[in-house]
């Protein structure tokens, strides 16, 4: 038995409009996800998260089932357009009333409300009259709804991160296209990040400033991939290098070490905003905790000038950037997003994080995979959802033992849910959720994790 420090936080994860419905109920403003989802063709089968799980009625029974499972921690996300129906203006007390109740049905059953406050869906009337994430007040209301927040959530919740993974925002909503917004650019990517940076410093800057008697963390998710040299030849080392760091480090160094890296500086120009002195020292600093996600493992290579590429996302357009080639191993297992299964890469992630930014307390914010489950006698048998639990549990269990600071793992997701662009064929939960009588169902990786936890090693 390998075991895992008495205090490492266990816990699931979800998002709003990935589960909770009730897209028009009680006030709820419509969110560029609403809009997304209804225009025909952006989402696999036309689906939408109008219903998704309808956790926004059934979340007592999901906290129950979670209790079940023995999770010490939940992390949820709120919809900015049900606290604020335009983003801006008059809260909607209704709004509020649920996120209490669900936090309230939390605390009773021993369970830490872990609260994202962004995780995509921005309010709509944000997006028409403030251009999105490109305007330049985006980082004062996202601060505006964040202060709302922690004065009325945080007597209870203890535990923040401002952003889920703004590289996605950024990359998938505004350079692939392939996310709301829908756009697709090679600039727009970085200026979108560039506010994004500047909400999440704002809002932590609030929240320490004011709030710093209601004793919590606060930090940001991000996500990142593992990156392995394809070979050791010094070009394809430092490719690989680089596409770490125009994936993670354009978020993370600004937030950890005060600015971006320098190779994106270098290669982009003026593409890339520049923060003044004073935004510099407003953000540096601004993570309490090291968030991140984490899903999979590719090759990187010198681009060398043509670009053939096996990505799982793409780059968004902007690969030349990078000049990177990102490859998959054929050998290596992939789940039904062809997300390749490699936990070393997880290993040399999570050290590569400790060794750049300084020993952060990390939390797995998310990991997890998606395989097309089926139920057969009421039963899902999900055998590769338990190896491929098992495999990272193992890889974060070692990176543990070297003495690097691991904290936490929320395995993505509590329940099969809205897969985004992807709809809800990709079912990444340890709970089965049958869509059409939104009943659930404990996987067998769901009665797994059970144990892991209850006996706090794997
Ligand atoms: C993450 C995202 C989640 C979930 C997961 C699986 O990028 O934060 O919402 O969808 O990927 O694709």
Not at 115 to 121: A, I, N, R
Not at 168 to 187: C, D, H, I, K
Not at 292 to 319: C, D, F, P, Q
Request: charged share 25%; with cysteine.
């Amino acid at each position: 038995m390998k075991h895992f420090p008495n205090d490492f936080l266990w816990g699931t994860a979800t998002s709003s409009y990935q589960i909770e419905g009730a897209a028009n109920l009680d006030g709820k403003g419509p969110s560029i996800w609403d809009a997304f989802a209804s225009i025909p063709g952006k989402i696999k089968n036309n689906e939408t998260g109008n219903l998704a799980c309808d956790h926004y009625h059934r979340f007592e029974e999901d906290v129950q089932l979670m209790k079940n499972m023995g999770v010490k921690a939940y992390r949820f996300s709120i919809s900015w357009s049900r606290v604020l129906p335009t983003g801006k203006g008059a809260v909607n007390e209704k709004g509020i009333q649920f996120y209490s109740k669900l936090i309230d049905s939390l605390l009773r059953a021993g369970i830490e409300p872990w609260v994202t406050l962004y995780h995509w869906d921005l309010p709509l009337a944000l997006q028409l009259e403030d251009d999105g994430w490109l305007g330049s007040t985006l980082p004062d209301h996202f601060a505006n709804y964040a202060k709302i927040c922690f004065d009325r959530f945080g007597d209870r919740v203890k535990s923040w991160i401002t952003l889920n993974e703004p590289w996605v925002a950024a990359m998938l909503g505004y350079g692939q296209g392939v996310f709301a917004p829908g756009r697709t650019s090679n600039t727009e990517p970085y200026r979108a990040a560039h506010q994004l940076i500047l909400a999440h410093a704002k809002a932590v800057t609030i929240y320490r400033k004011e709030y710093g008697h209601q004793n919590g963390k606060i930090g940001i998710t991000n996500n990142a991939d593992w990156r392995e040299p394809l070979t050791l030849n010094q070009k394809d080392l430092e490719a690989a290098e680089r596409a770490l760091e125009f994936f993670l480090a354009w978020f993370a160094d600004p937030i950890f070490k005060g600015d971006y890296p320098q190779v994106m500086r270098e290669r982009l120009g003026s593409r890339l905003p520049k923060f003044t002195d004073q935004e510099k020292e407003l953000i540096k600093g601004t993570s309490d905790f090291f968030g991140l996600n984490h899903y999979t493992t590719m090759y990187a290579a010198h681009h060398n000038g043509r670009l053939k590429e096996s990505s799982v996302y793409g780059n968004g357009g902007i690969s030349e950037d990078q000049d990177v080639t990102l490859l998959q191993d054929s050998n290596w297992p992939v789940t039904s997003m062809n997300w390749a299964v490699v936990p070393w890469g997880c290993r040399k992630l999570l050290r590569w994080i400790n060794d750049r930014y300084d020993q952060p307390d990390i939390y797995i914010t998310e990991n997890g995979c998606s395989y097309p489950d089926v139920l057969v006698d009421g039963k899902v048998d999900d055998t590769l959802r338990v190896a491929f639990y098992k495999g990272y549990l193992e890889a974060c269990q070692q990176t543990i033992a070297e003495g690097i600071p691991l904290k936490g793992y929320f395995a993505w997701s509590f329940m099969d849910n809205f897969e985004w662009a992807s709809g809800y064929e990709k079912r990444f939960g340890l709970h089965y959720v049958d869509f059409e009588t939104l009943e659930r169902i404990p996987k067998k990786s769901a009665l797994w994790y059970k144990e892991v936890i209850s006996k706090n090693g794997i």
